[in-house]
T-cell receptor, first 115, second 115 residues
């Protein structure tokens, strides 16, 4: 069965520091995608970054990068130079070709950026 | 124009009321989704429409009734709800191309309270 695990329910980080949010996944499908979403208190789920299982390089989008370690089945999100506006819930998610691309989500990590 | 819009943003209803949630996407996508997000639970997929055809009904009670009149609009009709149905209801859309992992883009959600 597919599963996403986020072991950090909450994190506190000083502004301007880098932060790593952990995500491990479990799947037997050879082709899958990994996503990170940000959910501020307003409720909207904002897509941040995507990594394909066959991508050779780690995905990067501005201050976001995905540390993809396929053998360990981990897909950690790294936010560089954190800002107060980064305070939000962060969800790791996965979809696969064998399951009609339905996305399953982890339970999320609440990130607090301290001034 | 925001990619995915949802109305209303907040809704309070009694258990005997009938109401509808509306979602509209301006991204030219072919797939649309309804999710339920309850407190301290992972996102739950409710319904999937691909090219206006319902392809997924994730054991959702019949008091929730989806409607997809075209690829840009998705409704969730609500009737005789229970207090435990109070949650954030999120709509999402994606390209919907079969056999590939595509990114879902979310609306801001409707926060529903059932009294």
């Amino acid at each position: 069965a597919q599963k996403i695990t986020q072991t950090q329910p909450g994190m506190f980080v000083q502004e301007k520091e880098a932060v790593t949010l952990d995500c491990t996944y479990d799947t037997s499908d050879p082709s899958y995608g990994l996503f990170w979403y940000k959910q501020p208190s307003s409720g909207e789920m904002i897509f941040l970054i995507y990594q394909g299982s066959y991508d050779q390089q780690n995905a990067t989008e501005g201050r976001y990068s995905l540390n993809f370690q396929k053998a360990r089945k981990s897909a950690n999100l790294v936010i560089s130079a954190s800002q107060l506006g980064d305070s939000a819930m962060y969800f790791c998610a996965m979809s696969s070709r064998n399951r009609d691309d339905k996305i399953i989500f982890g339970k999320g990590t609440r990130l607090h950026i301290l001034p | 124009e925001t990619g995915v819009t949802q109305t209303p943003r907040h809704l309070v209803m009694g258990m005997t009321n009938k109401k509808s949630l509306k979602c509209e996407q301006h991204l030219g996508h072919n797939a649309m989704y309804w999710y339920k997000q309850s407190a301290k639970k992972p996102l739950e997929l409710m319904f999937v429409y691909n090219f206006k055809e319902q392809t997924e009904n994730n054991s959702v009670p019949s008091r929730f009734s989806p409607e997809c009149p075209n690829s840009s609009h998705l409704f969730l009709h609500l009737h005789t709800l229970q207090p435990e149905d109070s949650a954030l209801y999120l709509c999402a859309s994606s390209q919907g191309s079969s056999g590939s992992t595509d990114t879902q883009y979310f609306g801001p959600g409707t926060r529903l309270t059932v009294l």
